[in-house]
């Protein structure tokens, strides 16, 4: 499943600033706005398997009964 995002890129000086509005902690920075695109998808792919890992592991030491799915939105 293909996700979109708003990146948002910045040049200060002679660096290219890059975050997504929607996922908090994914920024990154490049000497080329090619790099910092680069960049920024690398760091949106760790954020979000990172994410997933860190509620895997809150979800397992639950008695709970847990449901998950994919979900789709549109925004």
Do not use: C
């Not at 706005?33 to 994410?51: G, Q």
């Amino acid at each position: 499943m293909e996700n979109k995002f708003t990146a948002v890129f910045e040049q200060l000086g002679g660096w290219w600033i890059g975050y997504i509005e929607e996922l908090p902690g994914a920024n990154t920075q490049g000497r080329t706005l090619d790099e910092a695109r680069e960049n920024l998808k690398e760091a949106a792919h760790l954020i979000i398997e990172a994410n997933r890992e860190v509620t895997r592991r809150e979800i397992a030491d639950t008695n709970a009964q847990i449901i998950r799915e994919e979900i789709s939105v549109v925004a």
